[in-house]
Nanobody
Framework: LQVLESGGGLAQSGGSLRLACTVLGFTGPGDHDYGIGWFRQAPQKRREGVSAFHTEDETTWYSNSVKGRFTISRDKAKKTVYLQMNNLTPEDTATYFC???????????????????????WGQGTPVTVSS
């Protein structure tokens, strides 16, 4: 199984970017539900949870710093979770990671809120730079 991010890059303040997190390695019927979390880490700062989604009930979570600006969504057929980031600011500059958790939504809520330390699979990260 792999978790693959894409979509990072450069944006101006007030601009938008869309990140994608694709889960690879699921085949055939019997897929299990899972949670996908987006995290970011800027230089000299701790990793923080940005947003998360659970496939079981499509629950979503957002940090206060991105609420109202970022939207998480899923394309079920593509096994891809998107993070639409609007009204970007330089404070959003970071490397963004997505990660997968084998667990129910309640567990996902807990794990995502604690920097994702117990997430099961991590992507390699994609950099986002927002210029002022």
């Amino acid at each position: 199984l792999q978790v693959l991010e894409s979509g990072g890059g450069l944006a101006q303040s007030g601009g938008s970017l869309r990140l994608a997190c694709t889960v690879l390695g699921f085949t055939g019927p019997g897929d299990h539900d899972y949670g996908i979390g987006w995290f970011r880490q800027a230089p000299q700062k701790r990793r923080e949870g940005v947003s998360a989604f659970h496939t079981e009930d499509e629950t979503t979570w957002y940090s206060n710093s991105v609420k109202g600006r970022f939207t998480i969504s899923r394309d079920k057929a593509k096994k891809t979770v998107y993070l639409q980031m609007n009204n970007l600011t330089p404070e959003d500059t970071a490397t963004y990671f997505c990660a997968l958790l084998w667990g129910d939504p309640l567990t996902m809520a807990s794990v995502w809120a604690t920097e994702g330390r117990q997430m099961d699979w991590w992507g390699q990260g994609t950099p986002v730079t927002v210029s002022s």
